[in-house]
């Protein structure tokens, strides 16, 4: 049995009867990093203008006497529909489809139908699967590599089939009917029952599918094709748009020129160029400030080691600063008979630190200093560094650091 909205894809509402409603939930994707489960009901209705997932296309939203739809489902022949309100059997009741979810679903299924069709006409480029996702769709084709000279002429060809306004239709075939070897599929779905449908572009293609589709190739506008990436097993993923995606792209394409033409001060035909410029400014400036980094880190260690104050435990913290600053000082203060506890970042947020001395207290108080800063570290031969989340706390270190030093001269 096909649903309305395969038999009509353009309705946009219509009547039909309440068949049956039961407790439900729904597992929703992560909110906080936890997965939501909402509590419900499975509404099925005699027949639905809401396309329940299948064949590559996500489902369709919608309403049910005003009620929102939050997941449609194929359960053999019936459609499961997911409301947080439940509604009476044997109600009449008026659905209405998220048209613009409804028509995007549309041109890019149909757009998909389209590439693949040309795909394999022009190069042999088989499509073994496909994925309409939310912002970007992807077709696997059975190649390990697509040249950018057969991507520009699949996008060549499918536009202009789009231009020639070629028509789209939808038939129903018997099981048994010869015609059904002859139309492209990937298999049918176990619990498959009834008869097959069919979508056929004009002069293009025939192909076996349950979405909802376009009934001439002129509703796709135009078909944009991003590119490929590297895909599983030797496959290579082709990503495009279709449609009012397009536009979109477009849209925002376009305001990321005008924000880059403002910040760059120059065309948009000279923004790689200066954003090069940048770079190289960037990495020259990065490398003249470790370089002084280390000349400081340098400078420091022997300020320290000179100090009147050394000995027993030596802290230092600088906003500025990372591991190998740290280790500098370490390495030219050389010494195993005093605890120095570095650390650099945030003053009352996170950080870094490091912990250097006689290896043996080093091992000892690694831990606890990571504990105490609320991070986590590692060490061997008398260092102990790591990654804090309490910098606020370097004080409590300090008094435990000079505790196990006097504890220390203390057994002495």
Sequence with gaps: MAFRCQRDSYAREFTTTVVSCRPAELHTGESNGKKEVLSGFQVVLEDTLLFPEGGGQPDDRGTINDISVLRVTRRGTQADHFT??????????????????????????????????????????????????????????????????????????VNEKIRDRLPVNVRELSLDDPEVEQVRGRGLPDDHAGPIRVVTIQSVDSNMCCGTHVSNLSDLQVIKILGTEKGKKNKTNLIFLAGNRVLKWMERSHGIEKALTALLKCGAEDHVEAVKKLQNSSKLLQKNNLNLLRDLAVHIAHSLRNSPDWGGVITLHRKDGDSEFMNIIANEIGSEETLLFLTVGDEKGAGLFLLAGPAEAVETLGPRVSEVLEGKGAGKKGRFQGKATKMSRRAEVQALLQDYISTQSAEE
């Design 84 to 157: 947080q309100t439940p509604l009476t059997p044997g109600t009449e009741v008026q659905v209405r489809v998220d048209w613009e979810r409804r028509f995007d679903h549309m041109q890019q299924h149909s757009g998909q139908h389209l590439i693949t069709a040309v795909a394999d006409d022009l190069f042999g480029l088989k499509t073994t699967s496909w994925e309409l996702g939310r912002l970007r769709s992807v077709i696997e084709l059975d190649s390990p590599t697509v040249t950018a000279e057969q991507v520009a002429a699949i996008e060549r060809s």
